[in-house]
T-cell receptor, first 115, second 113 residues
Framework: NAGVTQTPKFQVLKTGQSMTLQCAQD?????MSWYRQDPGMGLRLIHYSVGAGITDQGEVPNGYNVSRSTTEDFPLRLLSAAPSQTSVYFC??????????????FGAGTRLSVL | DQQVKQNSPSLSVQEGRISILNCDYTNSMFDYFLWYKKYPAEGPTFLISISSIKDKNEDGRFTVFLNKSAKHLSLHIVPSQPGDSAVYFC????????????FGAGTRLTVKP
């Protein structure tokens, strides 16, 4: 009964490094999304996907890349990490899009620090 | 711009009393509202929701009220229990962009025994 699994839980990067945050779900959900949470702000949507092969930008997409080659996986790539990307990242999934009956299930988060 | 605002960063109540968490929004196109609860080191979990066509939705000890004219919603927890201590996020979905959801900054609720 894994749900949404995010790895790693913690990561420290140097400015300019790249890395991929992993997200996997085992509920056969079509919709997946990435959020970041910063102090004093709500969760902000970075990118989302409504199905394999389909991705779109959210509210704060700059500096991030995503792809969705399978239903299960939705990795988030930081191309060249910047201190402004220090945040807690959450991946979420729902059965289909954000319709009224489809709630999102969140992973436990990845805490990223960029020095 | 923050379209969903939770102006109280924290709230402390006594066990057994009512907890009232508030949320304001600015986008009149929001048609569906949700509350999520988050414990430390865990992801948010869905708590309760309300459609814009309703003004109240109840689920056990949790009730959400929506006042569309004031663009305000509130979550009532009665009676409050120590296990309710968590951060509560208000969220809203845009009718015309329903793959996007906006969240408030959260309110940390502490229920004292």
């Amino acid at each position: 009964n894994a749900g949404v699994t995010q790895t790693p839980k913690f990561q420290v990067l140097k400015t300019g490094q790249s890395m991929t945050l992993q997200c996997a779900q085992d509920m056969n959900h079509e919709y997946m999304s990435w959020y970041r949470q910063d102090p004093g702000m709500g969760l902000r949507l970075i990118h989302y996907s409504v199905g394999a092969g389909i991705t779109d930008q959210g509210e704060v997409p700059n500096g991030y890349n995503v792809s969705r080659s399978t239903t299960e996986d939705f990795p988030l790539r930081l191309l060249s990490a910047a201190p402004s990307q220090t945040s807690v990242y959450f991946c979420a999934s729902s059965r289909t899009g954000l319709t009224a009956k489809n709630i999102q299930y969140f992973g436990a988060g990845t805490r990223l620090s960029v020095l | 711009d923050q379209q969903v605002k939770q102006n109280s960063p924290s709230l402390s109540v006594q066990e057994g009393r009512i907890s009232i968490l508030n949320c304001d929004y600015t986008n009149s196109m929001f048609d569906y509202f949700l509350w999520y609860k988050k414990y430390p080191a865990e992801g948010p979990t869905f708590l309760i929701s309300i459609s814009s066509i309703k003004d109240k939705n109840e689920d056990g000890r949790f009730t959400v009220f929506l006042n569309k004219s004031a663009k305000h919603l509130s979550l009532h927890i009665v009676p409050s229990q120590p296990g309710d201590s968590a951060v509560y996020f208000c969220a809203a979905r845009d009718l015309y962009n329903n793959n996007d959801m906006r969240f408030g900054a959260g309110t940390r609720l502490t229920v004292k025994p």
